[in-house]
């Protein structure tokens, strides 16, 4: 079954990729839709954003990446993707999460959102957490896959 992994992944994190990698173990075809976010100012062109996603999951044969912008549930219904996965790191994030959830369904019933709770190890992650240790020279190797650290030690210079 088809799952789509939609984000900004701004940057990838090595939450995103275990979120990633489980999914596609469960589900067998995950397509990571990398959002163009015109109300956001990105940190990486969406061209860098994919190149470092296709990059990290090099070795996952079922996992393709694409870009959207607009609506989940419509790039979902376009890519004939039944199922939205969405990620929990803490109860803070449900909250939100549940309201996106139920936003979508009532755009299109024939979506289904799935959650996964992140591994107990990345719950702490988030993409601006990452990139504001990384603006202060702080270690990251332990939060992104090696491009990303590379592309934001570059950025950050």
Do not use: W
């Amino acid at each position: 079954m088809k799952i789509l992994y939609p984000g900004t992944f701004d940057p990838l994190t090595n939450g995103h990729l275990d979120l990633i990698e489980r999914a596609e173990m469960i589900f067998g075809e995950v397509i990571v839709g990398v959002l163009e976010n015109t109300t956001k100012k990105p940190t990486f062109t969406l061209e860098k954003r994919i190149n470092q996603i296709e990059n990290s999951v090099i070795k996952l044969r079922n996992v393709k990446v694409v870009s959207f912008h607009g609506l989940t549930v419509d790039c979902a219904k376009n890519l004939n993707a039944k199922l939205i996965l969405r990620g929990l790191r803490a109860m803070s994030d449900f909250e939100y999460e549940l309201q996106i959830s139920h936003t979508n369904r009532s755009l299109n019933k024939d979506i289904e959102t799935i959650f996964l709770s992140t591994d107990t190890n990345f719950s702490f992650l988030s993409s601006s957490l990452v990139k504001e240790v990384a603006k202060f020279n702080g270690e990251i190797k332990h939060m992104v896959p090696p491009i990303v650290e590379k592309d934001l030690k570059n950025f950050y210079r």
